[in-house]
């Protein structure tokens, strides 16, 4: 498992083709970081050894909008964060982009269970979790999946799937696991696909840590799509409020990244803070929420 070429063909590829996810990510690293300077397509594209017009089509047809458009959207996004109410952190509003309706990750519409504290202790003992390894426009996605939904989503870059799966797998040590190509390729077009994201079939996921983890990650499954909560915010809505750092280790936990957004908690003073997957695939993640509002 060294190289998306030896993956079985996905029901659905939702990843730019070729090296276009790393052109991607270097483009929304660049907006996002200097959004300021407003960089233009023709310098981007020299900086990528791209042509502006290559740049604009391996762009827009990833995140459905044009780098132009992206960077209009980052700097109102800013501009909305400066004139937030006062006294927030500037980043807990800096995907606040005066949403109307209710765009937001629950628009993927999951449905999510815990496992009982008996079954957590047992360390997955009885569980079978069929797992594959799939492209995603966030690079290569692990997901894992028992009978009763989504249990895991990882990502990696290439190389290092071995890595991601040894991560997730010692989680769980007692569970049976299954590679199934088959099993696990419907929840990629259920997740990044957002024609797919319906009330009628809803996402089921089932969450599998401590109490206190799941209620963590019961909380974050309430951040709307664009918006983003400090952990002080979550301490507060789990009835904790001063365990920020509890709060903080359990989000580092989440098995099932994107879908239980933990990408949208920030640090107390508004910064991105670490993230399990990287922090560059984070602010790719924000960055594709915000065009994607």
């Known amino acids: 498992m060294n190289a998306l070429a030896q993956f079985a063909e996905p029901a659905f590829d939702a990843?730019?083709?070729?090296?276009?996810?790393?052109?991607?990510?270097?483009?929304?690293e660049r907006i996002t970081l200097d959004y300021r300077q407003q960089p233009s397509l023709e310098a981007i594209a020299s900086e990528l050894g791209q042509s502006p017009t290559q740049l604009q089509k391996v762009f827009t047809r990833w995140a459905g909008l044009s780098p132009k458009a992206f960077l209009q959207a980052v700097t109102?996004?800013?501009?909305?964060?400066?004139?937030?109410?006062?006294?927030?952190?500037?980043?807990?509003?800096?995907?606040?982009l005066g949403l109307s309706g209710p765009g937001r990750l629950h628009d993927l519409f999951v449905t999510h269970e815990a496992m009982s504290p008996g079954e957590w202790k047992a360390r997955g003992g009885g569980l079978t979790i069929r797992y594959g390894f799939h492209p995603s426009p966030f690079g290569v996605a692990l997901v894992m999946a028992t009978d009763r939904g989504l249990a895991g989503l990882a990502f990696s870059?290439?190389?290092?799937?071995?890595?991601?799966?040894?991560?997730?797998?010692?989680r769980w040590p007692m569970a049976q696991y299954v590679e199934d190509l088959e099993a696990t390729a419907p929840y990629i077009r259920r997740i990044f696909?957002?024609?797919?994201?319906?009330?009628?079939?809803?996402?089921?996921?089932?969450?599998?840590?401590?109490?206190?983890?799941?209620?963590?990650?019961?909380?974050?499954?309430?951040?709307?799509?664009?918006?983003?909560?400090?952990y002080s915010d979550v301490a507060r809505d789990i009835g904790q409020p001063s365990a920020s750092r509890a709060v903080g280790a359990a989000i580092g936990r989440n098995p099932i990244s994107f879908v239980v957004p933990c990408h949208r908690a920030l640090g107390k003073s508004g910064a991105l803070t670490g993230y399990h997957w990287g922090l560059t695939r984070k602010r790719a993640i924000l960055g594709w929420e915000a065009g994607n509002v």
């Open 193 to 230: 696909d957002r024609s797919q994201w319906s009330s009628e079939q809803p996402l089921k996921v089932v969450l599998i840590g401590s109490d206190f983890q799941v209620r963590v990650w019961q909380s974050l499954l309430k951040i709307p799509f664009g918006k983003a909560v400090t």
């Open 15 to 28: 990843t730019p083709q070729g090296e276009d996810y790393e052109i991607v990510r270097k483009v929304i």
């Open 76 to 96: 109102l996004d800013h501009a909305k964060r400066l004139l937030g109410r006062e006294g927030l952190p500037l980043l807990d509003t800096s995907y606040e």
């Open 157 to 170: 870059d290439l190389g290092g799937e071995r890595a991601a799966l040894d991560d997730m797998t010692c």
